[in-house]
């Protein structure tokens, strides 16, 4: 069974534990397009914003497919939720003809994609966004932007770098609207040469 490995966040850059478990490159834009949206806070990214599926504040977004060195879906979902810290039950997967997921319109796209492609299998990471969560409002991108301003040195240095480092297929609504806010851009200029708030 050829079982691709979907990525669209610091999975590309960091593939960290799972490099023993995956063969080949990035097939950059390999993969299905799935909404997603950098709503979800992540200690592991120092409570910076990290990218997750998000069909309420996202877009759609291409992926990015490498191949697993597993033959079973429960192998390489094992895999994946070791390096993504993550519960067995936030790993999502799909063949042609199943699939698990918390969400069923991203079932259905990595269902389909498997029908027509490369692979027999897809697997992902199934995150929940919990921007929303107290004491945070719900997700805007205004909020998320103003979330970001109350976030202090390595804290702000950590979100600046995972959103910048993400592919830039991973073009969301906040991370548009970021592209074009003075604040986030003087962040590239390091703490001592940073202007404004």
């Keep these: 069974?050829?079982?691709?490995?979907?990525?669209?966040?610091?999975?590309?850059?960091?593939?960290?534990?799972?490099?023993p478990h995956v063969t080949g490159a990035w097939q950059m834009r390999g993969g299905p397009d799935l909404p997603m949206e950098f709503s979800r806070v992540s200690a592991k990214r120092k409570m910076g914003l990290a990218v997750c599926l998000d069909p309420q504040d996202g877009a759609l977004c291409p992926t990015h497919a490498i191949r697993s060195t597993r033959t079973q879906v429960a192998q390489a979902a094992v895999d994946l939720a070791e390096r993504e810290r993550a519960p067995l039950d936030?790993?999502?997967?799909?063949?042609?003809?199943?699939?698990?997921g918390r969400l069923p319109q991203v079932n259905d796209r990595v269902m389909e994609w498997c029908a027509t492609g490369d692979y027999d299998a897809a697997i992902w990471t199934?995150?929940?966004?919990?921007?929303?969560?107290?004491?945070?409002?719900?997700?805007?991108?205004?909020?998320?932007?103003?979330?970001?301003?109350?976030?202090?040195?390595?804290?702000?240095?950590?979100?600046?770098?995972?959103?910048?480092e993400a592919p830039a297929t991973t073009m969301t609504p906040l991370r548009r609207a970021l592209a074009a806010d003075p604040w986030w851009a003087s962040l590239k200029a390091g703490p001592a040469q940073r202007t404004g708030p």
Aim: glycine share 8%; charged share 20%; hydrophobic share 50%.
């Design 90 to 100: 936030r790993i999502g997967w799909a063949t042609a003809t199943d699939a698990f």
């Design 126 to 164: 199934d995150l929940e966004p919990n921007f929303h969560e107290a004491p945070r409002d719900p997700f805007t991108v205004a909020g998320a932007i103003a979330y970001l301003k109350t976030l202090q040195g390595d804290q702000i240095e950590e979100a600046h770098r995972y959103i910048q």
């Design 1 to 19: 069974m050829r079982i691709a490995i979907l990525g669209w966040g610091s999975l590309i850059w960091d593939i960290e534990i799972l490099a």
